[in-house]
């Protein structure tokens, strides 16, 4: 999930989607570094800060993949 995306924010758009799916993976991409609570407190799972590597997707991805 983009932070910044069109007429809502990300941090908005999660906590709208954690009140109807609480099991949903969702990775916050930002090009700011917020302190990691402020992601968490909002309702994701993680977060990736831009410019990010397709090897840094993967690990944090892996990291929540539950076989």
């Known amino acids: 999930m983009n932070i ?3 007429q809502i924010t990300g941090f908005t ?8 799916d609480k099991k949903v ?5 930002s090009s700011i570094l917020e302190h990691p609570n402020k992601f968490k407190d909002a309702g ?3 977060y990736l800060i831009k410019p990010f590597s397709p090897d840094d ?3 944090i991805f892996q990291k ?3 076989y």
């Not at 758009?13 to 009140?19: G, P």
Request: glycine residues 0%; aromatic residues 8%.
């Open 44 to 46: 994701f799972n993680d």
């Open 13 to 20: 758009a999660t906590k709208i989607i954690r009140k109807t």
């Open 25 to 29: 993976l969702i990775i916050a991409q």
């Open 64 to 66: 929540h993949l539950k």
């Open 57 to 59: 997707f993967l690990k």
């Open 4 to 6: 910044v995306i069109p």
